[in-house]
């Protein structure tokens, strides 16, 4: 990659569009947002920890405004009758979302009551949410070793989607961070600090065998890691022949790059304006690929025509994206007052062609995703620190929780990547070395 996609269409494009919805909503000042970054000192583990679950923490002077509770309309599952739940209007820029309290909405939804829950012990690692794919009859997903000890610095691992358990596994040279499916092949993006170069290796998913290994510039110098971790702004997706890669450039500026599946030849390459900060979620549907950025913003683009499709700011941060044709989800932080008795989080539901919010299900939750007919939402955050464990699978269309489940924790040591096949939700817990199926 050059300097010369600092002309690319599309990177002129995202600009111009940045700029001019920048006038309209005023970005929060980056010194009045806290990340909870004590979880990553008390893991003390080699792999680099999604900051997903940030609470944005707004003291004043920002273009949010919260108004007092109201309550929204929800009707309790097997009984059909309305039930007030307590709700928190949030007003950031010309958006107006809604926070439901928690608790309440707990306290009307089912626990799950005939599922099947499952956990296989593996030192599976997630570097962000999305460090699982499905395909092929399989979960995919990735395992770190110590390279300081033994080369390679990792493996990806085919998991029986049926039985729950390890079929094969396959060593990746470098350290993998994102892994997707699609076009007939698994794909694992890695790196290495000094490493030169990031790589994306393709593995046939029937033989567990490398296909090919196509090396995207990461720096003369190696790549390095970004603020604390360079990794969790790492993703891979898949639509049709194009492999797209989330990455972080030379200068630290994030980056989309189009593989083509077919001859592996790096087609062209899009800085993401710096005023959107890092990409944060990557995901893909037949209308396009989708990133969700550090700063709030959802954008959409063709990577075969090279047009931006839509560009939306929805919150101060994307902190997980689902793409879908049945709609894409996504869940953002809000900016809140500091004592607020309620978390600075929401799930939404996406026009899966224009990223117009489609639905607003007022769910503090901290991960989402969809397999285009089923929802789950993982987890929450302060001060619903109880629901940390906390599974829910979401009505598509009226965006309420329909049924729950709690999944083990311990302390801060939380669930921290999900992703749905075949209707069935598959949880990742890499503190505790587990990787849970919970089935309807």
């Known amino acids: 990659m050059t300097d010369e996609h600092l002309n690319d269409r599309i990177g002129s494009l995202l600009q111009g569009v940045a700029t001019r919805i920048e006038r309209e909503v005023v970005p929060p000042d980056p010194r009045l947002i806290t990340d909870w970054t004590a979880r990553h000192q008390r893991r003390q583990r080699y792999r680099l920890l999604s900051l997903a679950a940030a609470v944005v923490l707004v003291t004043g002077g920002l273009a949010a405004a919260v108004v007092l509770p109201g309550s929204t309309m929800k009707r309790h599952a097997g009984v059909g009758r ?60 990735l395992e770190h070793t110590d390279a300081s000890v033994r080369a390679p610095c990792g493996r990806l691992v085919a998991v029986n989607a049926s039985s729950v358990t390890v079929r094969g596994s396959v060593a990746i040279p470098l350290c993998p961070d994102a892994v997707a499916y699609g076009a007939g092949s698994v794909w694992v993006l890695s790196s290495q600090i000094g490493a030169t170069g990031y790589q994306l290796v393709q593995v046939d998913p029937s033989t567990l065998t490398v296909r090919s290994t196509v090396t995207l510039e990461g720096g003369s110098g190696g790549v390095k890691p970004q603020g604390d971790t360079g990794a969790k702004y790492l993703f891979v997706t898949v639509q049709g022949s194009e492999v797209v890669v989330a990455l972080q450039g030379r200068t630290g500026r994030a980056e989309l790059v189009q593989v083509d599946a077919t001859n592996r030849s790096v087609v062209r390459s899009v800085r993401v304006p710096a005023v959107d900060g890092p990409v944060t979620a990557l995901g893909a549907n037949s209308a396009g690929i989708w990133a969700g950025t550090a700063n709030g913003w959802v954008m959409s683009f063709n990577p075969r025509s090279g047009v931006l499709s839509s560009a939306h700011r929805l919150g101060t941060r994307v902190v997980s994206l689902s793409a879908a044709n049945s709609g894409v989800w996504v869940t953002v932080n809000l900016p809140v007052p500091a004592n607020a008795p309620y978390p600075g989080l929401d799930t939404l539901r996406l026009d899966p062609r224009t990223g117009s919010i489609a639905k607003d299900t007022g769910l503090p939750m901290v991960f989402v995703s969809t397999d285009g007919a089923s929802v789950w939402v993982l987890g929450s955050a302060p001060p619903y620190q109880s629901a940390a464990g906390l599974l829910g699978n979401v009505d598509p269309a009226s965006g309420a929780m329909s049924v729950v489940v709690e999944l083990r924790v311990m302390s801060y040591e939380t669930p921290d990547a999900l992703g749905v096949y075949r209707g069935s939700v598959w949880v990742i817990n890499d503190a505790l070395g587990t990787l849970t199926k919970v089935s309807r």
């Open 82 to 141: 309305a039930v007030a739940v307590a709700s928190y209007p949030v007003r950031f820029g010309n958006v107006q979302l809604v926070v439901k309290d928690l608790p309440a909405v707990l306290s009307k939804t089912p626990t799950i009551a005939n599922s099947i829950i499952k956990s296989l012990q593996l030192p599976v690692v997630s570097a962000n949410h999305s460090s699982i794919a499905f395909g092929d009859g399989s979960v995919w997903v």
